[in-house]
């Protein structure tokens, strides 16, 4: 449902943890989780499935160069 989606339950899952004090947890960026919510939250419905809260993006970073962005924001 969107190129993302991999990516975005890759980092909500399995985020990247850099070892320095205090340890700090790669998350994916707010961005990421909105496009992958505005891609795929139609199809979800679709088949009864409501877009889960625990994906709930206003509690990710913004983009702010320590979480993951979308793959789109990579390439520029």
């Known amino acids: 449902c969107h190129a993302d989606t991999q990516l975005f ?10 070892p320095q004090s205090p340890r700090t947890l790669i998350q994916p960026c707010r961005s990421l989780c909105e496009a992958v919510r505005n891609g795929c939250e139609k199809r979800m419905l679709e088949y009864s499935y409501a ?8 509690q990710l970073p913004e983009d702010n160069g ?3 962005q979308p793959s789109s924001a990579m390439m520029m």
Not at 9 to 18: E, G, R
């Open 9 to 18: 339950l890759c980092s909500m899952f399995a985020p990247v943890c850099v």
């Open 51 to 58: 877009w889960p809260d625990m994906f709930n993006c206003s």
């Open 66 to 68: 320590l979480c993951v």
